[in-house]
């Protein structure tokens, strides 16, 4: 049986979505084998859950510890008031086949857009009732499979400039901070509102915004499978030049047309290419 169910007719990685999935049931995501998971990889974070809206995402593990070791955090989870992630764990030699499984349902769909993709990784999300994961931007897609318990997700179009503005994107992309991504009820007028529980997913397209409040009842699990296409490899050097030109006191014109100038200007390049090797096989041919 698939994992990954999409109640959409076509994909479009511009667009966020809900889908549904099965992965609620495996055994590799109930909690007893995420706590072994989590003891034994190196790549394992947490911190205090009780949080704003408002918090600097990026402050959030110097400046809200629990005091608490992990294995304290996953055994009190229900009253610890924590958020614990497990980066990486498609590097775990038990959880690699699943989310390589995973990952090739998703792919059924991505391979209609993007030509390459790198950096697929896994993670994932233990979060204490009540728990709160402030306003932020990652540096990647998120197909995000929602486990246990319930959470409401806020996710915004990252093509909006009212909530990301080209200057905030310059410096997301060119100093990797961010110190400009922040959160204001004006921004929150404009999210999409997902209630989630077991079996419901969402799709996030690149860097979308987002921020996630855990349900009061019971402490929940999600899984993360992000990845990077060679097309958002193009926006994010783009916006970082634009950024070098903005500290030098130039103004860059609109992104979007400089992405469209880009494309052009590689169709151009691959097509005077193609007309060189034509001529040149020509030739050789004849001679
Ligand atoms: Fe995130």
Redesign the pocket.
């Known amino acids: 049986m698939a994992y990954l169910e999409r109640q959409l007719d076509e994909f479009n990685p511009d667009l966020q979505h809900q889908f549904r999935h099965t992965l609620h049931n495996h055994p590799l995501m109930q909690f007893d084998e995420l706590t072994k998971l989590a003891l034994r990889n190196p790549q394992v974070r947490f911190h205090s859950a009780k949080l704003e809206r408002t918090h600097r ?1 990026d402050k959030v593990r110097e400046e809200h510890i629990t005091g608490l070791t992990l294995q304290e955090t996953l055994d009190n989870i229900e009253v610890s008031g924590s958020f614990v992630y497990i980066k990486e764990i498609q590097k775990d030699p038990i959880y690699a086949p699943l989310v390589q499984e995973i990952y090739k349902e998703i792919q059924k769909d991505t391979s209609k857009f993007h030509k390459s993709i790198s950096r697929v990784q896994a993670w994932i999300f233990i979060t204490s009732p009540g728990g709160v ?1 402030p306003y ?3 540096f990647e897609t ?1 197909h995000y499979f929602h486990i246990k318990g319930k959470k409401t997700l806020f996710l915004w179009d990252p093509k909006d400039k009212d909530v990301v503005s080209q200057e905030e994107n310059e410096y997301f992309h060119g100093v990797h901070s961010l110190a400009k991504t922040l959160y204001t009820e004006e921004k929150f007028k404009k999210a999409s509102r997902y209630d989630l529980g077991p079996s419901m997913g969402v799709f ?1 397209p690149y860097t979308a915004p ?1 921020m ?1 409040e855990n349900g009061t009842d019971e402490f929940s699990i999600s899984l ?1 499978i992000t990845y990077t296409t060679a097309e958002d490899i193009q926006v994010r050097r783009i916006h970082k030049i634009n950024q070098l030109l903005r500290k030098i006191g130039i103004k860059p014109t609109d992104i979007e047309k400089q992405i469209k100038l880009v494309y052009r200007l590689k169709l151009g390049a691959h097509w005077v290419l193609r007309t060189i090797v034509f001529f040149a096989l020509s030739d050789w041919m004849g001679s």
Request: avoid cysteine.
């Open positions: 995402f994961t932020h931007r990652d998120n996030f987002h996630v993360s």
